[in-house]
């Protein structure tokens, strides 16, 4: 929602001004240099990203239309999991859980957090590790270097349509140049026409550069920030389940465990303690 308010007024105010100032909106509609800045940028970016790149771009693009869905609750629900799990664990041991790991979507406690059944990157990457935890084969050490290796490959997959807009939007004030070169080659070839019309011919080329700024700076690059942010906050979601499942194994009580996964939240979806543990309790009373 903030990002058609966020074009709206984009729009409103360089348009409104332009209009403000006597300027005729009606020279600035210039399907031609539109099509030429447009039909560029979607070829360079067909031709400058992979398949595997194009797609991830594509599938990114509609989710900067929603809020994030990392909110307070949903990290609650996660801690909440957690919680359960790890009592089970050390009330019953690990092979307790075997059972809720291998079908999470049968699982009496994983289904009690549909949010969190949703997501299935944060299932997998849950279950995986609880189930190298009831292997016993490896040590904190290694899990935790694993964790970090898996964290930083979903986090540079994540960058890849960050990537992929940023440079797209650097590129548009370039296109922008090429559609008023080619506007002004028009307008030397009709260098024969009366001063009026050549006027016109200029004014048109002129907003060639106009729109491959605006696309730029307006509503592209933002993009590439937006997603960027996007991303920051899924690592932070693993991050959480990482450092709670390691304090775990180094041999933590769950009620402390859960503690240092909520201490590497983001201030402004950290809920406090006794936010969490309320929610716990709510969350085995159901």
Known sequence: MLVIVGYIVVVLSVFGGFALAGGHLAALLQPVELLMIGGAAAGAFLVGNNSKAVKATLKALPTVFKGSKYTRTLYMDIMALLYELLTKIRKEGLMSVEADVDAPESSP??????????????????????????????????????????????????????????????????????????????????????????????????????????????FIGPLSTLLEQKLNESTKMFQCIKVTLLASINGYAPAIAVEFGRKVLFSTERPSFSELEAHVKSAKSR
């Open 109 to 218: 406690l994983f289904t009690k957090y549909p949010a969190i059944m949703a997501d299935h990157h944060i299932i997998e990457f849950l279950t995986d590790y609880l189930r190298l935890m009831v292997s016993g084969s490896m040590n904190a050490f290694e899990i935790e270097n694993l964790m970090d290796n898996e964290i930083e490959t979903h986090h540079h997959e994540g960058e890849v349509p960050v990537h992929v807009i940023a440079k797209l939007g650097d590129a548009m004030p370039a296109f922008g140049i090429v559609a008023a070169v080619m506007g002004v080659v028009h307008t030397m070839e009709s260098v024969g026409l009366p001063p009026a019309e050549l006027g016109i011919l200029i004014a048109h080329a002129l907003v060639g550069t106009f729109l491959g700024i605006l696309l730029a700076y307006g």
